[in-house]
């Protein structure tokens, strides 16, 4: 709310007091009606005065019309009227305006019904026009903005809509400013807050996002089980070449086994036991050999060597 001014307030104290002092100095008991006269004149004078001086702020634009006919735009400061002759029937904010608006209900292209609030940033940048060429400017960038929302909404997909807000807020800035131009209005930008859809939509959309990230963690999983039996396919192509490498390959399991196991029992694959030769009783008798002596010692085993 506009504040208003004391200058005029001052100016009619200090005119009909000074018109006051006049009549009182004059006041003689053969002159009341000269007095009185003085006094009725100063209080007429103060009132005009009062009326004919106008203050604009910083960031206003006056309106001034002469017998209903545009005569000019005042402001910021101080300027001057003719009462009664001229009337200040609009004062425009020329400041940056934010207006909130929203659409609610409005099915979209693949008939959604979403509810959509947005933000609009705008300003008067020809006075004269926003004061002459539309009654009410504020509501009618208002209902432009609100309608223009509407259109939109209708002409985009959801999935757009939710994906891409800044094409969809630049569209919407570009037919609000069409509209808005005529009566002097700039519309700076346009901002979506917020859209909303329906709940049981929003359910189905999250299972679908969740099945969708379940596919893709089994292609993952698949891809990594082919990786791994290609490298499986690659190793045992390089032990059929090395039967030396694949013999210490098969020690080195046989060791990995019993030093991470606190008991005597160990799982050793069957290629490992004939390329290790463990079948016969000496190497038995070493591999028992050597996790007894692990045991007792509280440590790791040493890896038996192979038999000869």
């Given at each position: 709310?506009?504040?208003?001014?004391?200058?005029?307030?001052?100016?009619?104290?200090?005119?009909?007091?000074?018109?006051?002092?006049?009549?009182?100095?004059?006041?003689?008991?053969?002159?009341?009606?000269?007095?009185?006269?003085?006094a009725?004149?100063?209080?007429?004078?103060?009132?005009?005065?009062?009326?004919?001086?106008?203050?604009?702020?910083?960031?206003?634009?006056?309106?001034?019309?002469?017998?209903?006919?545009?005569?000019?735009?005042?402001?910021?400061?101080?300027?001057?009227?003719?009462?009664?002759?001229e009337?200040?029937?609009?004062?425009?904010?020329?400041?940056?305006?934010?207006?909130?608006?929203?659409?609610?209900?409005?099915?979209?292209?693949?008939?959604?019904?979403?509810?959509?609030?947005?933000?609009?940033?705008?300003?008067?940048?020809?006075?004269?026009?926003a004061?002459?060429?539309?009654?009410?400017?504020?509501?009618?960038?208002?209902?432009?903005?609100?309608?223009?929302?509407?259109?939109?909404?209708?002409?985009?997909?959801?999935?757009?809509?939710?994906?891409?807000r800044?094409?969809?807020?630049?569209?919407?800035?570009?037919?609000?400013e069409?509209?808005?131009?005529?009566?002097?209005?700039?519309?700076?930008?346009?901002?979506?807050?917020d859209?909303?859809?329906?709940?049981?939509?929003?359910?189905?959309?999250?299972?679908?996002?969740?099945?969708?990230?379940?596919?893709q963690?089994?292609?993952?999983?698949?891809?990594?089980?082919?990786?791994?039996?290609?490298?499986?396919?690659?190793?045992?192509?390089?032990?059929?070449?090395?039967?030396?490498?694949?013999?210490?390959?098969?020690?080195?399991?046989?060791?990995e086994?019993l030093?991470?196991?606190?008991?005597?029992?160990?799982?050793?694959?069957?290629?490992?036991?004939?390329?290790?030769?463990?079948?016969?009783?000496?190497?038995?008798?070493?591999?028992?050999?050597?996790?007894?002596?692990?045991q007792?010692?509280?440590?790791?085993?040493?890896?038996?060597?192979p038999?000869?």
């Open positions: 709310m506009r504040n208003a001014s004391p200058l005029p307030g001052l100016i009619f104290i200090v005119i009909f007091v000074a018109g006051l002092g006049l009549a009182y100095a004059n006041l003689d008991p053969e002159s009341y009606a000269t007095s009185a006269a003085i009725i004149l100063s209080f007429i004078v103060a009132v005009i005065a009062a009326n004919a001086v106008k203050v604009a702020d910083q960031w206003e634009r006056v309106l001034v019309l002469r017998l209903g006919k545009f005569r000019s735009l005042e402001g910021p400061g101080l300027f001057l009227i003719v009462p009664i002759v009337t200040v029937p609009y004062r425009i904010d020329t400041r940056v305006i934010t207006s909130t608006f929203r659409a609610e209900q409005t099915m979209t292209r693949d008939t959604v019904p979403v509810d959509v609030d947005a933000v609009l940033f705008w300003k008067v940048v020809d006075p004269k026009m004061a002459l060429d539309v009654a009410d400017y504020v509501s009618a960038i208002n209902w432009a903005a609100q309608t223009a929302l509407r259109d939109v909404i209708g002409k985009t997909m959801l999935a757009d809509m939710l994906e891409g800044e094409k969809l807020s630049a569209d919407l800035q570009r037919i609000i069409a509209r808005a131009r005529p009566w002097g209005i700039e519309v700076i930008s346009v901002e979506l807050k859209v909303r859809i329906p709940a049981a939509l929003q359910d189905a959309m999250s299972m679908q996002a969740q099945a969708e990230r379940e596919r963690a089994r292609v993952i999983l698949g891809d990594s089980e082919r990786q791994v039996a290609d490298s499986f396919n690659a190793a045992a192509k390089l032990y059929a070449d090395s039967p030396t490498a694949f013999h210490l390959r098969a020690m080195n399991m046989l060791y086994g030093k991470r196991s606190n008991s005597t029992i160990v799982i050793v694959p069957s290629t490992a036991v004939e390329s290790m030769q463990l079948g016969g009783a000496p190497a038995m008798a070493t591999v028992a050999s050597a996790i007894a002596h692990a007792a010692a509280g440590g790791s085993p040493t890896p038996p060597a038999p000869d």
